[in-house]
């Protein structure tokens, strides 16, 4: 129902009940009189339904308000309109936030609201499970005073959330969790926890298995390339067809060899490392090094090798795990790279970060190989694969170190016209 209020129509009433006192105060000689009793009963009629109005909103606990006729009752008939209104809106409002309530306890993983200050504000039941955190009990604390692991703390500091934090769980050492953390409506963060202990296991299995597998294959395969190469050196001169034949079993022994020794190596960069212990790592000379030791390989194909070393700057890290994967990118640029090609090696200070790149004129990478180079044993051609050795480890051992060392790897690539794989270091030392 539609009321418009009209100021002049107020104002004709009141001037109505003037005049109709003023009349009937002349007819009975009280003009003056009458008047000021008109006057204040309508001021009494007013101040009594204010009274009633105050009353009922504060007082009263119906929902109905006081009954009425007149302006007063148009005015009450308002309030009860805006309050059935409300009620509505709550109402809606309620079963929305019962929906998302429910969508968020049926999730598999544990979830919190958080503040832009980190202060927690709204948190599932699975958050009790996992990481120990009741709401509303704990509402309003904040989360890294709740969870006190130095891998999470340094995870706030750093504000890098678009990769994955993993603690123990605070409630029980058994739970390994992967935590997540994402901008969500209006300055607020949400908090995902997801238990990954089987995934942990399983990782830690199939390193183990590969480990041991690959440490028991050493000793077999150090006994036959022992055998081959004494058949090989005996004094009897041997058939030709049986000199082919030890001859491959010879390349196929050092094959296996090397391959043994990637997996090995894997094992150990697959393992999360702390750089507490890190050192100055004098990186120039660490290049240097490299180059004079894969002269070797590039004696067949003559390669053209362009060095570019800027000698004052170095990194912090390990030194065998970086020296294995700047080996890495060098073997395949000559692995790779056909006979008097072109590889430019260059360590140098760009873009605020201390970059190492290896970059060739080979026959470049096609454009859907580049983003699984870094998988497990992906060869883009496991033919030429199998001649030049390569075992599908290598770039594997590169991620896994520059994951320790808090670099990243960038592959470009055209096809036909060659290929460049640079690791950039986010902090410099100066030598």
Same mark, same amino acid.
């Given at each position: 129902m539609y009321f418009r209020l009209s100021i002049r129509k107020l104002f004709y009433r009141l001037v109505l009940w003037l005049l109709c006192s003023a009349v009937v105060g002349y007819f009975l000689g009280f003009l003056w009189p009458v008047i000021a009793t008109t006057c204040l009963s309508l001021l009494v009629w007013h101040y009594r339904h204010l009274y009633q109005l105050v009353k009922w909103l504060w007082q009263s606990k119906s929902l109905s308000p006081?009954?009425?006729?007149?302006?007063? +009752?148009? /005015?009450?008939d308002g309030l009860y309109r805006l309050i059935r209104q409300n009620r509505k809106k709550q109402k809606s409002l309620n079963e929305k936030i019962r929906r998302f309530r429910d969508g968020a306890e049926a999730l598999p993983d544990a979830a919190l609201v958080l503040s832009s200050d980190l202060a927690i504000l709204w948190g599932n039941k699975k958050a009790q499970h996992i990481l120990g955190i009741h709401w509303p009990g704990d509402m309003g604390l904040r989360i890294d005073n709740l969870i006190r692991f130095p891998e999470?703390?340094?995870?706030?500091? !750093? +504000?890098?959330?678009?990769?994955?934090?993993? /603690?123990?769980?605070?409630?029980?050492?058994?739970?390994? &969790?992967?935590?997540?953390?994402?901008?969500? +409506?209006? !300055?607020?963060?949400?908090?995902?926890?997801? #238990? /990954?202990? $089987?995934?942990h296991k399983l990782?830690?299995?199939?390193?183990?298995?590969?480990? =041991?597998?690959s440490h028991e294959l050493k000793t077999p395969l150090t006994v036959v390339r022992g055998y081959v190469e004494m058949i090989q050196t005996t004094e009897h001169a041997l058939d030709p067809h049986w000199k082919k034949a030890f001859l491959t079993m010879e390349d196929q022994v050092s094959r296996m060899d090397r391959l043994v020794e990637q997996l090995l190596v894997l094992s150990k960069v697959e393992i999360k490392r702390e750089l507490d212990n890190s050192q100055t790592v004098n990186m120039p000379k660490l290049i240097s090094a490299l180059i004079e030791d894969a002269?070797?390989? =590039?004696?067949? *194909?003559?390669?053209?090798?362009?060095?570019?070393?800027?000698?004052?700057?170095?990194? $912090?890290?390990?030194?065998?795990e970086l020296k294995s994967a700047c080996s890495n990118l060098l073997s395949n640029a000559i692995s790779y790279t056909e006979p008097k090609g072109k590889i430019k090696v260059s360590w140098q200070y760009s873009d605020g970060k201390m970059t190492f790149s290896v970059q060739d004129n080979g026959p470049g990478i096609k454009p859907?190989?580049?983003?699984?180079?870094?998988?497990?044993?992906?060869?883009? #051609?496991?033919s030429r694969s199998r001649d030049t050795g390569g075992s599908g480890l290598g770039l594997a051992i590169v991620k896994h170190v520059l994951q320790h060392h808090n670099a990243e790897l960038t592959i470009k690539s055209e096809w +036909? *016209?060659?290929?460049?794989?640079? &690791?950039?270091?986010?902090? *410099?030392?100066?030598?």
């Open positions: 006081p009954e009425s006729s007149g302006i007063w +009752g148009r /005015i009450y999470f703390t340094q995870y706030l500091e !750093e +504000g890098k959330f678009s990769a994955p934090c993993q /603690i123990t769980s605070p409630v029980n050492n058994d739970l390994k &969790i992967e935590l997540r953390m994402m901008p969500y +409506g209006v !300055e607020q963060i949400l908090l995902l926890a997801r #238990d /990954i202990s $089987k995934i990782e830690e299995m199939r390193r183990d298995f590969v480990a =041991n597998v002269t070797w390989l =590039n004696e067949n *194909k003559q390669h053209t090798i362009e060095i570019e070393i800027d000698e004052h700057f170095g990194v $912090k890290g390990i030194e065998t859907e190989h580049v983003n699984r180079l870094t998988e497990r044993f992906y060869r883009i #051609d496991k +036909g *016209k060659g290929s460049e794989f640079a &690791i950039s270091f986010q902090e *410099k030392v100066v030598l």
